[in-house]
């Protein structure tokens, strides 16, 4: 599964006197490959998969089958351990290294792409862009649980993860600010950008 290389480590087995090390890290390139293959494949929108007649005659929605497996997707990119690697891997890497920054800046041109561009956003877009925000706010805000820190795993308080995503979403704000000044904005994607943006502006006056 391509998400498992980024972030990702190889564990080579070896007995006491083996030499060399037992963990190492996942090339850039190879990161870098796997996000663009998910960005392409789980961000990007299927619409080849959206056969009306064959849902039609199943207890089941398009929209909300794309977004449980989109959310499935960024809830695997978005863990503590992931990012906890991650940090490792700019820190120990002796070459190039996929950072924590550096996938948070690669979703954020992938899932937030018509911004960029200067588009509107259409209703399964915004529904990725609504389950991308409120995953970097649930683990940006996190309170710890000590006893439940998995192996090879930064605590919050710890480490630089929660200031990184923190920093991370008020990016996304500007952005959003930024494309709400925008002409020719349709009403969904303004309703959608100020929710985002207010959302994240009341979880750091709650912090």
Do not use: C
């Amino acid at each position: 599964m391509p998400v498992k290389n980024i972030g990702g480590q190889y564990h080579d087995y070896k007995v006491a006197a083996d030499p060399g090390p037992v963990y190492t890290f996942t090339e850039y390139e190879r990161q870098k490959k796997a996000m663009r293959f998910v960005a392409d494949n789980l961000f990007d929108t299927p619409e080849w998969l959206n056969e009306k007649e064959i849902f039609s005659r199943l207890p089941y929605s398009f929209g909300q089958e794309l977004s449980n497996l989109q959310r499935q997707g960024i809830d695997a990119l978005i863990t503590r351990r992931r990012m906890s690697v991650l940090m490792d891997t700019k820190l120990d890497s002796k070459g190039k290294a996929y950072s924590l920054e550096e996938m948070l800046g690669d979703m954020d041109k992938a899932i937030f792409r018509e911004l960029y561009e200067g588009r509107n956003v259409d209703f399964y877009r915004r529904n990725l862009q609504k389950i991308y925000v409120g995953r970097l706010i649930q683990q940006a805000f996190a309170k710890e649980e000590p006893g439940l820190i998995e192996p090879m795993s930064y605590k919050f308080y710890l480490s630089d993860m929660q200031g990184i995503l923190r920093y991370s979403l008020k990016e996304q704000q500007k952005l959003f600010k930024r494309a709400l000044q925008r002409p020719g904005i349709d009403m969904s994607t303004k309703i959608h950008l100020q929710e985002l943006s207010d959302k994240i502006e009341r979880e750091f006056e709650i912090k």
